[in-house]
């Protein structure tokens, strides 16, 4: 496993410690998510959802792949994964939310 410096850490950490910012990588623990789906699972306006899913892709922490209309969002860091998995268990079963309009919620 490679090492990290303390600033490199410590910015992780900073990264992980907002609690919207921590639900939205729990969710996309699960397997991929758009904005739609992350904004009906949080309850927040797609701007809110959009702000932090910038600050988490500046970090390259996620990546978002565009499918259509909608843009995928997925982790790419393992670091972040293990630490998650560590800080909130397993990751749960992904799920589909009825006033989702997402495709894959829609079943589409």
């Known amino acids: ?19 919207v910012r921590l639900h939205i ?5 699960r397997g991929e998510a758009c904005v739609c789906h992350l904004q009906t699972i949080l ?13 988490l892709r500046a970090a390259a ?4 792949q565009r499918n259509g209309l909608n843009i995928y969002y997925h ?7 293990r630490l998650l998995a560590e800080l909130l268990g397993p ?6 939310v009825p006033i989702c309009p997402c ?6």
């Not at 990588?25 to 623990?29: C, F, P, S």
């Not at 309850?43 to 600050?55: E, G, I």
């Not at 990751?91 to 589909?96: F, L």
């Not at 495709?103 to 589409?108: F, I, K, L, R, V």
């Open 1 to 19: 496993m490679e090492s990290i410096s303390y600033k490199e850490a410590a910015a992780v950490f900073q990264l992980l410690s907002h609690p």
């Open 25 to 29: 990588l729990d969710e996309l623990r």
């Open 43 to 55: 309850q927040r306006p797609q701007a809110y959802v959009s702000q932090h899913l910038r600050v």
């Open 61 to 64: 922490v996620v990546e978002g």
């Open 75 to 81: 982790i790419v860091d393992d670091r972040v994964l």
């Open 91 to 96: 990751a749960q079963d992904a799920r589909s």
């Open 103 to 108: 495709p894959s919620c829609a079943g589409d």
